[in-house]
T-cell receptor
Framework: EAQVTQNPRYLITVTGKKLTVTCSQNMNHEYMSWYRQDPGLGLRQIYY???????DKGDVPEGYKVSRKEKRNFPLILESPSPNQTSLYFCATQTQGSYEQYFGPGTRLTVT | GNSVTQMEGPVTLSEEAFLTINCTYTATGYPSLFWYVQYPGEGLQLLLK?????DKGSNKGFEATYRKETTSFHLEKGSVQVSDSAVYFC???????????FGKGTRLHILP
């Protein structure tokens, strides 16, 4: 079954404690992206990757890092989380030449 | 820059009512247009798309027509069901493989 998985699905943490949210896909898609969803602001892109070892900033990259060492994985790293990073995070993938993005189930992060 | 504006919610309707969710866009050129749907606790999924002017996208009883003259892509359904309760996102993309720009989303509640 084609899917995008994210882990963890829920996370409560404290300010400054480094964390990683993993994203993995089994569709061999080249393009992967991270979004955050906040009430009244909709979806905002954090980082994206066109392929292995190719990453670029989206609209709201501050406070986040990513890496793309393998095609299937695209982890999101928060080196020093702050309360304003409390949000719902989505990973999405897209195959080259397509319009459609496939989304993971989301990770709800709370930073206290 | 390119952008999407959709009606603010929440929209609350009774079952079997007619639904319209308005969406207009601003773009330099001729984008492809999409509606994505997010059911409770899930990621977004593509509902329908239209890639050129006057195209009509349709799926699950929903329809939207690409109107270049009014730069609009309104979502309609003739008879909504409780299971249609979700958040609906209008979106555009200028090219395949290009960034997808999302509207802020419209929450729809259908009452039995």
């Amino acid at each position: 079954e084609a899917q995008v998985t994210q882990n963890p699905r829920y996370l409560i943490t404290v300010t400054g404690k480094k964390l990683t949210v993993t994203c993995s896909q089994n569709m061999n898609h080249e393009y992967m992206s991270w979004y955050r969803q906040d009430p009244g602001l909709g979806l905002r892109q954090i980082y994206y990757s066109m392929n292995v070892e190719v990453t670029d900033k989206g609209d709201v990259p501050e406070g986040y890092k990513v890496s793309r060492k393998e095609k299937r994985n695209f982890p999101l790293i928060l080196e020093s989380p702050s309360p304003n990073q409390t949000s719902l995070y989505f990973c999405a993938t897209q195959t080259q030449g397509s319009y459609e993005q496939y989304f993971g189930p989301g990770t709800r992060l709370t930073v206290t | 820059g390119n952008s999407v504006t959709q009606m603010e919610g929440p929209v609350t309707l009774s079952e079997e009512a007619f639904l319209t969710i308005n969406c207009t866009y601003t773009a330099t050129g001729y984008p492809s247009l999409f509606w994505y749907v997010q059911y409770p606790g899930e990621g977004l999924q593509l509902l329908l798309k239209a890639t050129k002017a006057d195209d009509k996208g349709s799926n699950k009883g929903f329809e939207a027509t690409y109107r270049k003259e009014t730069t609009s892509f309104h979502l309609e359904k003739g008879s909504v069901q409780v299971s249609d309760s979700a958040v609906y996102f209008c979106a555009l993309s200028m090219n395949r493989d290009d960034k997808i720009i999302f509207g802020k989303g419209t929450r729809l509640h259908i009452l039995p």
